[in-house]
């Protein structure tokens, strides 16, 4: 059993969750305090191992995929010695019960038996979603791994083509897209309810196929996928949508704790610049003789930022998390100013203030013009810039940039940014691209690169937390 | 001491405090294994409360720390008493006594103030001590609190070592307003508490409310509980729920209707936005 959890220690650490020696020690002593029984076993480890909120996903997942009795299934006298880590199922997250009005009738002729038939496979996904049935969410996601037939390398590869091959089986957009059809009709809290089990059900699908890719190709396998767990290394064009919504919430807390940080920081730092009136007052009691100095107490600096967002294909993604991250934050600069652009820059400041950034985002793609041709072109957006927000740039801002450097070839005008880059204090560009794709076909960084402060590969959380850092 | 998990839920239970199996185990494996308890959790799910029905169910004290920025450890270990020294100084002066005798005498005992950490460390049975809301404390404080936690003693220059006379039940709350250093987390059982399912809420208000019936608990709840699916800069916790709950019992409402719920809805939300939101849905939000 000891070797058991070292290994599981072992997986959780390449996922990226810290777990150190004495904390296996402390749950080997748990474990023996509260026995082996599955539901205790989950508990006690969970409490000992996991000290942050967000690593409990990850280890849900390892637990439910390392812990399964398939997965040693070719070591069944593992499973002998160990019965008692049968399995139950996974938690149920549903309140699976509730009986939602409207369903039940017409077209409740039962789930599975008539797809093709009676009924289509959106149909049963729209029941499965009204209903809520655990039993039938997971039935149905287990179908749709199946549909897939032999399960190879290339699914662990390409893992959200996978998805989609068992999305287009289910019918699964489709369903969405009538189901969102309906969300005028029906009541918020119902309403609220089918979002919860949408969710759920991506959730079930992943887990499902992992599962499915694990107990076929073995433990490579499931190190593979649990290094893709570690959020903090992943690049970001490469989540899932799950993952997307952690990584949304790893963001807040990251501007929560860049915040915080900085307050404390400052505060403590009382030298520098000498307060003469202040010294001059205080010499008074020793008869103007100034025997301590009084220093000035330093204010943080507020910076003014204008965030230039590439909102292209492939850094889209980016922008996004970027635009929380700098609008969770608005308060520590004392301007914000934020412009989107695939070949042409509007802005959205308007849009983003004092909003929540779900519905700022949405409204962006909306209303904001940004895109004549639909291929980024950085030549004609520095142009566009120049000419119609060259006020928004002043000796306090910091220049922000963020986008890939790919122009399509098009012409580069760098000395538009470099007109920028005059009027700004600093110009930093932040580059989602690993630096070995720089100046490959058609990105010109170094091009633009000259006339930039600074230049960060930006792939995923933690060197966006160093980028950030280095901003604030 | 608590000798199983049921125990635990059980003992618990009888305080009128309504536990999962999660945070019984969590609870079980802190006493058992002496280690210190992490709760975090959005505010007000019950996590100090957790800590008074623990001391409660233990039959023992409960010694409250409650940080904030800027404590130190003459506030949270000792202070000397610096007014009795000076009087016993004062008195001395009267006397012949020597500078030596005096000096002996004014660093003994009798004139420092044990405060909460010192207190739970010299107690002569067991106590819960809690740290509430140790995120607000600065970080110094919290690496000072370490050396408590990890060996149950503390170094006091004067004095020397203190090491606990029992080694009391410790629990850390937090609001996850900072995080905290790798060194604390690792010393500690975690737990997080989220908010309740549908039927463990009903259960707490009915538990806690006794006036409200049984129709307009189960609304009331199905109610808050939408709400905490709604995209809200603060949700609703279980203290609004049951604030909410005795509101409605003291006011005499039988059942939900729109009226009574926007006019009584600042218990639950506590920004003007989030009210807003809600008041626009209101209609599809109420359970029939």
């Known amino acids: 059993m000891d070797e058991k959890i070292l290994e599981f220690a072992v997986l959780l650490r390449k996922a990226g969750v810290k777990v150190s020696h004495s904390e296996i020690a402390e749950s080997l002593g748990a474990l023996s305090l509260v026995g082996l029984e599955r539901e205790n076993f989950y508990n006690a480890m969970a409490a000992t191992i996991v000290k942050d909120q967000s690593d409990l996903e990850t280890f849900d997942k390892l637990f439910y995929y390392y812990f399964d009795p398939e997965f040693f299934g070719h070591r069944a006298e593992a499973l002998k010695r160990w019965p008692n880590l049968y399995l139950t199922g996974s938690k149920d997250r549903c309140s699976g019960t509730e009986q939602t009005p409207g369903t039940g009738q017409g077209r409740a002729t039962g789930f599975g038996q008539g797809e093709g038939l009676a009924t289509t496979a959106a149909d049963s996904f729209i029941q499965v979603i009204k209903t809520g049935d655990y039993g039938e969410m997971a039935e149905m996601v287990k179908r749709g791994v199946a549909s897939l037939g032999q399960i190879g390398e290339e699914d662990l590869r390409d893992m959200k083509k996978a998805v989609r091959q068992v999305k287009v089986f289910l019918e699964w957009n489709m369903g969405i897209y009538r189901i969102e059809q309906e969300a005028g009709v029906v009541d918020e809290s119902i309403w609220l309810t089918w979002q919860e089990r949408l969710t759920e059900m991506e959730r079930l699908l992943y887990l499902e196929l992992e599962k499915t890719i694990i107990n076929e190709l073995g433990s490579e396998a499931l190190e593979t996928i649990i290094i893709r767990e570690n959020l903090n290394e992943l690049d970001f064009y490469r989540l899932s949508a799950p993952q997307v919504a952690e990584m949304k919430k790893k963001i807040s807390r990251l501007a929560h704790k860049l915040a915080t940080r900085l307050s404390f920081r400052h505060k403590r730092a009382k030298h520098g610049t000498i307060d003469l009136s202040k010294t001059i007052r205080k010499s008074m009691a020793t008869g103007g003789i100034p025997i301590k100095p009084v220093f000035h107490d330093r204010y943080p600096t507020r910076p003014e930022i204008v965030v230039l967002c590439d909102l292209s294909g492939s850094v889209r993604m980016f922008s996004e998390f970027m635009l929380q991250l700098v609008y969770s934050i608005q308060n520590r600069f004392i301007h914000v100013r934020s412009f989107v652009f695939v070949d042409t820059p509007d802005e959205i400041t308007e849009y983003m203030h004092n909003r929540e950034i779900e519905d700022g985002i949405r409204d962006v793609y909306n209303k904001a013009r940004f895109s004549k041709t639909a291929f980024s072109d950085y030549g004609r957006m520095f142009i566009d810039f120049c000419e119609k927000y060259l006020d928004a740039l002043n000796k306090k801002t910091t220049l922000l940039v963020i986008g890939d450097a790919r122009n399509n070839y098009q012409k580069e005008h760098a000395e538009y940014l470099q007109k920028m880059g005059r009027e700004v204090k600093r110009v930093i560009w932040l580059n989602p691209e690993s630096p070995d794709m720089w100046d490959r076909e058609d990105s010109i960084m170094s091009v633009y690169g000259r006339f930039c402060h600074q230049v960060y590969e930006c792939r995923n959380l933690e060197q966006l937390e160093r980028a950030a850092r280095q901003i604030i | ?288």
């Not at chain 2, 408590?148 to 029992?166: M, R, W």
């Not at chain 2, 900072?178 to 690792?186: E, G, H, T, V």
Request: glycine share 4%.
């Open chain 2, 1 to 288: 001491m608590f000798g199983s998990i049921q125990e635990v839920k059980d003992k618990l239970t009888a305080q009128n405090y309504l536990i999962n199996d999660n945070s019984a185990t969590a609870v079980y494996l802190a006493v058992r294994l002496q280690k210190p308890l992490l709760i975090e959790g959005p505010a007000g799910v019950g996590k100090t409360e957790l800590a008074k029905a623990a001391a409660r169910a233990l039959d023992t004290e409960l010694i409250r720390l409650q940080c904030y920025e800027g404590l130190d450890e003459s506030k949270a270990l000792f202070e000397w008493n610096y007014q009795k020294q000076l009087l016993r100084i004062q008195a001395n002066h009267l006397t012949d006594r020597t500078w030596e005798e005096t000096k002996a005498n004014i660093f003994s005992a009798e004139f420092y103030l044990a405060r909460p950490l010192l207190k739970a460390l010299q107690a002569e049975k067991p106590v819960v001590l809690l740290v509430d809301e140790i995120d607000k404390s600065d970080e110094e404080f919290e690496s000072f609190l370490l050396e408590a936690l990890s060996d149950y003693q503390i170094s006091i220059p004067e004095l020397g070592t203190v090491k606990a006379t029992s080694i009391p039940v410790v629990i850390l709350t937090s609001n996850n307003f900072r995080d905290f250093s790798d060194a604390l987390k690792r010393r500690c059982i975690h737990l997080y508490i989220d908010y309740p399912s549908f039927a463990r809420e009903l259960a707490i208000v009915r538990l806690k409310v006794p006036g409200v019936n049984k129709v307009l608990a189960e609304k009331l709840v199905a109610f808050v509980q939408s709400l905490r699916k709604m995209v809200l800069k603060k949700s609703p916790s279980i203290s609004e729920t049951l604030d909410w709950a005795r509101t409605l019992v003291l006011l005499g409402v039988e059942t939900l209707d729109e009226e009574i719920v926007m006019n009584t809805v600042n218990i639950l939300l506590k920004y003007q936005q989030d009210i807003n939101k809600v008041a626009d849905r209101i209609g599809g939000l109420l359970p029939e």
